[in-house]
């Protein structure tokens, strides 16, 4: 199983961002999906989740701004991305786990089996 993330970078507050996971190795449609952030000195939180029925979870620092969605006949995850903050600055990965994902878990970093390597955004002000 094999996670990359890309579309990170630096943008102003109030700007938009799309990030973008590829995902292989596995039936990619049948598992919960999610994305994760940390920023330097912090845990890494949940930010927002779907599961294979694309019901999607969110963190309450992000909602309202922030859209999770998979396209699974390109085995992709995205997470867009509007009215960053700075706070939003951090090292973003996208996660995986086979099957079924608790609603009340999806959000807990413990609940996914597969990580990829981060892609960095960066939000000033």
């Known amino acids: 199983v094999q996670l990359v993330e890309s579309g990170g970078g630096s943008v102003q507050a109030g700007g938009s961002l799309r990030l973008s996971c590829a995902v292989s190795?596995?039936?990619?449609?049948?598992?919960?999906m999610a994305w994760f952030r940390q920023a330097p000195g912090e845990q890494r939180e949940g930010v927002a989740a779907?599961?294979?029925?694309?019901?999607?979870t969110y963190a309450e620092s992000v909602k309202g701004r922030t859209t999770i969605s998979r396209d699974n006949a390109k085995n992709a995850l995205y997470l867009q991305m509007t009215s960053l903050k700075a706070e939003d600055t951090a090292m973003y990965y996208c996660?995986?786990?086979?099957?079924?994902?608790?609603?009340?878990?999806?959000?807990?970093?413990?609940?996914?089996?597969?990580w990829g390597q981060g892609t960095q955004v960066t939000v000033s002000s």
């Open positions: 996660a995986a786990t086979a099957g079924y994902c608790s609603r009340t878990l999806r959000l807990w970093e413990l609940t996914y089996s597969y």
């Open positions: 190795g596995y039936t990619y449609r049948r598992y919960c």
């Open positions: 779907i599961d294979s029925d694309g019901i999607t």
